[in-house]
């Protein structure tokens, strides 16, 4: 089974990141927040794009049958192109892959034919020129806010300057892109991505490391103006 159904591209979606909850009982941490999730983001690391390592298809899978929310995967990986299929089969959504990496264009290409929706992610250091090129071919544009690796970052405001100009691009363009920011996203930094044009927010602190998640969740939706 999967979720199909991505939303309305643009509109504000909520994504918590699992990678903040309780991996000993994922499923009912992933259930106690379904009512305020959009998109649930999985953050898959490999150890060696970044320094940490986190969970990989066997999880999705698992997952996939507790959830019918659209299933957000964040591969920071450094080779992306081997595991693709294995992420579509079990069971994500859309896949997004690091343009740090290189072979965007195959990447991507490899993502569409598999069926899933493609995103592209930018380091806060890497320029918006990098993803510039391939903004036509992909369905979600994350813009990282923290540097990728471990949950619970301060938020770098510095990216809303690149946040600005995509949505800029995307406006004067009519993409049908989504924009999402990631990392440090609560109550406080949310509205500050969202006026400068992030339309999903991806949060794992402000929600699972809360005493109430569904609430916690309801307010940074509140924070970032609403449904
Ligand atoms: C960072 C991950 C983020 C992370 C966000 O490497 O990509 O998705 O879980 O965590 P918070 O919301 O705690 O900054
Ligand atoms: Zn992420």
Redesign the pocket.
């Known amino acids: 089974m999967t979720a199909l159904d991505a939303g309305l591209v643009g509109a504000l979606k909520i994504a918590p990141?699992i990678?903040?909850a309780d991996f000993g009982s994922l499923a009912q941490a992933v259930a106690a927040i379904d009512e305020e999730t959009d998109w649930l983001?999985v953050?898959v690391?490999d150890g060696h794009f970044?320094p940490n390592v986190s969970i990989g298809p066997p999880v999705v899978s698992s997952l996939r049958r507790y959830s019918t929310r659209f299933f957000d995967c964040?591969l920071?990986m450094s080779e992306p192109g081997r595991y693709l299929e294995a992420f579509a089969r079990a069971g994500a959504d859309g896949c997004t892959v690091h343009v740090e990496v290189g072979d965007s264009a195959a990447l991507i290409g490899q993502a569409r034919d598999l069926g899933l929706r493609v995103g592209l992610a930018a380091n806060p250091d890497t320029d918006f020129a990098a993803v510039a090129p391939f903004l036509d071919d992909i369905d979600l544009l994350l813009l990282?806010t923290?540097f990728?690796?471990?949950?619970?970052?301060s938020f770098i405001p510095e990216v809303m300057d690149k946040v600005r100009e995509a949505r800029r691009v995307v406006e004067a363009r009519s993409l049908a892109l989504d924009i999402e920011v990631?990392?440090?996203?609560d109550v406080a930094t949310a509205p500050v991505a969202v006026a400068a044009g992030a339309n999903v927010l991806?949060?794992?602190?402000?929600i699972f490391?809360r005493p109430d998640p569904l609430g916690a969740a309801r307010e940074l939706r509140a924070a970032a103006g609403g449904r």
């Open positions: 990141s990678l903040a983001h953050d690391m970044v964040h920071m990282m923290v990728p690796g471990f949950g619970g970052q990631d990392g440090g996203i991806v949060a794992g602190s402000a490391s």
